[in-house]
Structures are given as structure tokens and as C-alpha cells.
């Protein structure tokens, strides 16, 4: 068994980089004055247009949704800070606490399914490859 085990390690195939999620910038970029002028039609009617809810809103509603049945018991007003963040920025920092409620009621594998889908509405990046990676 250690002859395969050392052949496995061997023979291995280096895994792929992954990506890190970022903060959003401080200062967002404005809308186009087209969407401005649509998401002001549409008004308040989120349901009308979906499309045109900002990236806020959006990534809250998703941060909201991976609380949805978890919400028995919320000791820190996770969802009530969620629901108050003002910036991308603010709730990226929530990310964390988000993750840890959700591993400590739900499981890891849960909390990583769900936090994937939180951090699809922020940047990310590939980290450059280590000198020790590079042949």
C-alpha cells in the first residue's frame, strides 16, 4: 500500500489555483444613465425587472437567502446586519460570521456550498504562481 501511495504523490497532478475573493472597491462604479433611467421606471417593483437590481441588492438578497432556514436562533443579528449594510464592502466583511454560523447549525459542506453562492457578487482574483511552483 505505501508503494501506491507513493506512486499517487508522484504522479500527481498539481492543483488548480484558486481564486480569492476580494473586497469590492470603496467607491463603486455610478450606472449608466440607461440604467439609471430604467431602474427609476421600474421604481420599487424589484419583481418587474430583476435585471436591474443593483449589485447591492442583489448580493444581499443572496446573503439573506443562505441564512433562510437558519434563522431560529441568531444571536448577533447576522441578518439584520445584513439587511443594513450600506456598501458591497460592508457585507464582505459579514462573509466570515456568515460561514461559521452556517458550518456550526448546518455543516462545513453546507457552509461552503452556500458561501460560494454569496461570493459569486464579489471580485476575485488568481493568485500569481509561487516562484517554488514555476519550472
Known amino acids: 500500500m505505501s508503494n501506491a501511495l507513493l506512486r499517487h504523490l508522484v504522479h500527481r497532478k498539481p492543483a488548480a489555483p484558486r481564486a480569492n475573493v476580494c473586497p469590492p472597491d470603496v467607491v463603486p462604479r455610478r ?16 419583481a418587474l425587472a430583476p435585471a436591474l437590481r443593483t449589485p447591492l441588492e442583489r448580493a444581499r ?6 441564512l433562510d432556514d437558519l434563522l431560529a436562533v ?3 443579528g447576522l441578518l439584520e446586519r445584513a439587511q ?10 459579514l462573509r466570515s460570521e456568515l460561514y461559521t454560523f452556517i458550518a456550526r447549525r448546518a455543516g462545513q459542506a453546507e457552509a461552503d456550498a452556500r458561501l460560494a453562492r454569496v461570493n459569486r457578487h464579489f ?13
Do not use: I
Open 31 to 46: 450606472d449608466s444613465l440607461w440604467t439609471a433611467t430604467l431602474r427609476w421606471l421600474a421604481g420599487s417593483d424589484a
Open 61 to 66: 438578497a443572496e446573503f439573506v437567502a443562505a
Open 84 to 93: 443594513r449594510a450600506r456598501s458591497l464592502r460592508d457585507l464582505w466583511h
Open 123 to 135: 471580485p476575485t482574483r488568481t493568485p500569481a504562481p509561487r516562484s517554488a511552483d514555476v519550472h
Open 74 to 76: 441568531d444571536p448577533n
